[in-house]
């Protein structure tokens, strides 16, 4: 491969760093004088820059290996004779015991959040830190600091090259994952953040707070496009629909509302939970077939099914909640938790929702028959959050013993 002029300045200025920080102040010196590098060999911006995309590649050739690899085995797959036995990737659901155990928090994990490319993990904390994680080994990666309270959510966005994070300190952070630097500081919240997420296409950020508001950000400019008011107590959750239409939120004041993005108009209450809903999550199109065969009993017609979109909450009261956005319907009560159910992730092929609470238990409903197929015990302590591989091959789980795990599906 040829570089371009300024790309063969850059990789110069980088290894330039690379020696000067390794200590080869002589090298160095020697490098700059033979490449002619001037003033920019000690620009600051340039120090880590190898050791980063040393540490992509290597990343790059992994994620290439394992997709050669799912690659044959879909060959394989389609070559082999099919058997009633054989169970598709989507159907795949977490089993004990977890592959990966780590503990690096001081305070007790808020939220999980799995690299949509990468095997990498991040965990927030009450602790005031953001911790990154490799997912198959475990190792501890780095640290991101800025915070000066309580870490309460965060979230990738869609390729991963961003994590936004928010705080009790009432702050948004946005963090590049490339540099590991935070880009973009947001405020605007009279009090704690707790939740935040991109939009589809990564320009703008939502955030929930005990101040009873939503807010819209957009993140060129660092503005508060528009703030939601109608909860009347802290908004503990939120969620954007796949297409950037809708914003569900779970609220202290025991309702779900659905919101309008275009409008900011409130479409939907629901005051179906008996106590403080933890948590609200919009079903992926996936999850619409399995849906729809609860409702209806059986396969409809495609002019009969409901097109959604379709909402989970999750309750202090023990119970999770199904409502269909397109008609306004409470669809389903699951119960089977002895205790505050914390939040639900869906399962990649949308068969099954993977639920979490305070009886120390991860749960997988089979959404069409309303059932738990499999109860997990899954930390010592009150479990508070979980994140869904975008494959479907892990589920991790982040409890108040501060330990997050990672569970293999199969």
């Known amino acids: 491969m040829v570089l371009t002029a300024r790309q063969q300045e850059e990789l110069q200025l980088a290894v330039h760093a690379y020696l000067v920080e390794a200590g080869h102040a002589e090298a160095a010196a020697a490098m700059a004088k033979s490449a002619n590098l001037g003033d920019d060999a000690g620009d600051a911006k340039y120090t880590g820059l190898l050791e980063k995309k040393w540490t992509t590649i290597t990343r790059l050739q992994k994620r290439n290996m394992e997709l050669q690899a799912e690659v044959e085995e879909l060959r394989s797959s389609a070559r ?7 169970t598709k990737m989507e159907e795949w659901v977490p089993r004990p015991p977890a592959t990966v155990a780590v503990d690096g928090h001081r305070l007790p994990i808020t ?3 799995i690299h949509p490319s990468f095997a990498v993990m991040a965990s927030a904390s009450e602790d005031a830190s953001i911790k990154l994680w490799d997912m198959e080994s475990g190792n501890f990666e780095r640290s991101l600091k800025g915070h000066t309270n309580a870490v309460n959510d965060i979230a990738y966005d869609r390729e991963g090259n961003r994590l936004v994070s928010c705080s009790t300190d009432m702050t948004i952070k946005v963090w590049n994952m490339d540099n590991f630097t935070c880009t973009k500081t947001l405020s605007g919240h009279d009090h704690t953040v707790s ?8 320009d703008r950020v939502f955030s ?36 950037g239409a809708w914003i569900c939120s779970a609220s202290s004041d025991h309702t779900v509302r659905v919101w309008s993005v275009a409008s900011g108009e409130c479409k939907h209450v629901w005051s179906d939970h008996e106590h403080v809903v933890e948590h609200a999550s919009f079903a992926p199109l996936v999850a619409h077939e399995a849906l729809n065969l609860m409702i209806f009993g059986s396969k409809p017609s495609a002019e009969a099914a409901s097109k959604g979109p379709f909402v989970a909450s999750a309750s202090r009261d023990k119970s999770i909640c199904l409502f269909d956005v397109s008609t306004g319907q409470h669809l389903a009560r699951l119960t089977g938790h002895d205790n505050w159910v914390r939040a639900t992730a869906w399962s990649r092929g949308g068969r099954y929702l993977f639920s979490v609470a305070d009886d120390k238990t991860m749960r997988v409903w089979d959404i069409a028959t309303k059932r738990v197929s499999k109860t997990i015990p899954a930390h010592n302590h009150f479990v508070s959050c979980i994140a869904v591989h975008a494959k479907n091959t892990h589920v991790v789980t982040g409890s108040v013993d501060l330990k997050v795990k990672v569970w293999e599906c199969n």
């Open 80 to 86: 082999a004779p099919r058997s009633r036995t054989t």
């Open 111 to 113: 939220a999980v959040a």
């Open 195 to 202: 939740s935040v997420r991109f939009d589809h296409t990564g």
């Open 208 to 243: 929930a707070s005990r101040d009873k508001t939503i807010k819209i950000w957009e993140l060129a400019t660092g503005y508060c496009l528009q703030t939601l008011q109608g909860h009347s107590d802290w908004v503990r959750s939120i969620d954007v629909s796949a297409d």
